[in-house]
């Protein structure tokens, strides 16, 4: 995964978290600690980017797309 507007990237584990130089954090406490902030956390799902094709696109925008997939399927059963 990349942070929006950066250089960073970090790697997706199976358990969902995001290794970076050898460290495992959440997707919101990275963000916030890469960005520099001074919050403890933000949301990661408006900073995280994957690569999709030749383009990235937000983990928002996958979290969407998934959820709409759910519902249409609860819609057609």
């Known amino acids: 995964l990349h ?6 990237q970090a ?5 969902g978290k995001l290794e ?3 460290q ?3 997707i919101h406490t990275l963000a916030a600690r890469l960005k520099n902030t ?4 933000l ?3 408006m900073y ?3 690569k999709r094709g030749e383009s990235k696109i937000l983990l928002n925008e996958i979290r969407e797309e998934c959820r709409r997939s759910v519902v249409n399927l609860h ?3």
Do not use: M, P, V
């Open 20 to 22: 970076f130089q050898g």
């Open 48 to 50: 995280w980017e994957a």
């Open 3 to 8: 942070l929006k507007n950066t250089a960073f």
């Open 24 to 26: 495992i954090y959440d």
């Open 38 to 41: 001074k919050a403890k956390r």
């Open 11 to 15: 790697y997706l584990t199976s358990e």
């Open 75 to 77: 819609k057609k059963g």
């Open 43 to 45: 949301n990661g799902f």
